[in-house]
């Protein structure tokens, strides 16, 4: 799988957009982008996904660069409850055994 | 949401004992994991399986053991606890049947602390 490199945390005003950052230089054609979020002492839930174009569901958006090396996770009214760390993931088709997290982007929605 | 329910949430207990951590999923999904996560680190897969039958280690060397003899059931037993296997217990599962770019699901985990 690629390496992702997010930055280690950032802060958010409740009420705005959050636009969180993933760096995947070394994506390969057959990888996907997944987005996982964790809230302290809870399992990671799974966000939204995407390969090339840009994804939308009820929780988030997905935002992939042309060259497909970079993307960013965006929460369009950040509330407290999404302060959390955020994974950036990229992931093949065809791996089906693991998923390796990562560090993370650790967000800080402010009031 | 995802319906992937794990227990106990919290065991607190003595060293030697026998521990089965529970992991159901409703949803049918052939693929389940075991994850171990210390706190502020990063998740480590210990476990998994493709489905009915099948179990495989995963990158973490693990004491721990798992079966597979329903689909929707993937419980984790440690034979004797030591105070080395405190930590956070994952579950997770996905859907093989839809390709294998589905994400995986997870619970809330099982908190386990051995004295």
């Known amino acids: 799988d690629a390496k992702t490199t997010q930055p280690p945390s950032m802060d958010c005003a409740e009420g705005r957009a959050a636009n969180l950052p993933c760096n995947h230089s070394t994506i390969s054609g057959n990888e996907y982008v997944y987005w996982y979020r964790q809230i302290h002492s809870q399992g990671p839930q799974y966000i939204i996904h995407g390969l090339k174009n840009n994804e939308t569901n009820e929780m988030a958006s997905l935002i992939i660069t042309e060259d497909r090396k970079s993307s960013t996770l965006i929460l369009p009214h950040a509330t407290l409850r999404d302060t959390a760390v955020y994974y950036c993931?990229?992931?093949?088709?065809?791996?089906?055994?693991?998923?390796?997290f990562g560090k993370g982007t650790r967000l800080h929605i402010l009031p | 949401e995802a319906d992937i329910y794990q227990t106990p949430r919290y065991l607190v207990i003595g060293t030697g004992k026998k521990i089965t951590l529970e992991c159901s999923q409703t949803?049918?999904?052939?693929?389940m994991y075991w994850y171990q996560q210390d706190p502020g680190m990063e998740l480590h897969l210990i476990h998994y399986?493709?489905?009915?039958?099948?179990?495989e280690k995963g990158d973490l060397s693990s004491e721990s053991t798992v079966s597979r003899i329903r689909t929707e059931h993937f419980p984790l037993t440690l034979e004797s606890a030591r105070p080395s296997h405190t930590s956070q217990y994952l579950c997770?599962?996905?859907?093989?049947?839809?390709?294998?770019?589905?994400?995986?699901?997870f619970g809330d985990g099982t908190r386990l602390s051995i004295l």
């Open positions: 949803m049918g999904h052939d693929k």
């Open positions: 399986s493709y489905g009915v039958n099948s179990t």
């Open positions: 993931i990229v992931r093949a088709t065809n791996r089906d055994d693991k998923i390796i």
């Open positions: 997770a599962s996905s859907d093989k049947a839809k390709g294998g770019n589905q994400p995986q699901h």
